[in-house]
């Protein structure tokens, strides 16, 4: 089966895995499968500060984005 390359990935998640160099560079930082960071909708809280250090991003980018009504929730 092909893989859809055309899924939008959320900006959090794309940031990190352009800057890591791709999913497989990525998945190595972390210690996870390739699959398991193509399947993330978010960066899992637990990998949110390994991340930013390892790839030298500020925690907000890796964090999904709040709206208006989440913030007053």
Request: charged share 20%.
């Amino acid at each position: 089966m092909a893989r859809n390359r055309d899924t939008k990935r959320p900006p959090c998640v794309q940031a990190a895995i352009n800057q890591a160099g791709g999913v497989l560079a990525l998945a190595k930082i972390v210690g996870v499968t390739p699959q398991a960071v193509s399947q993330w909708r978010i960066v899992p809280a637990h990998h949110v500060h390994t991340l930013s250090e390892a790839l030298k991003l500020p925690l907000c980018e890796l964090l999904p984005k709040r709206t208006p009504a989440q913030e007053r929730a």
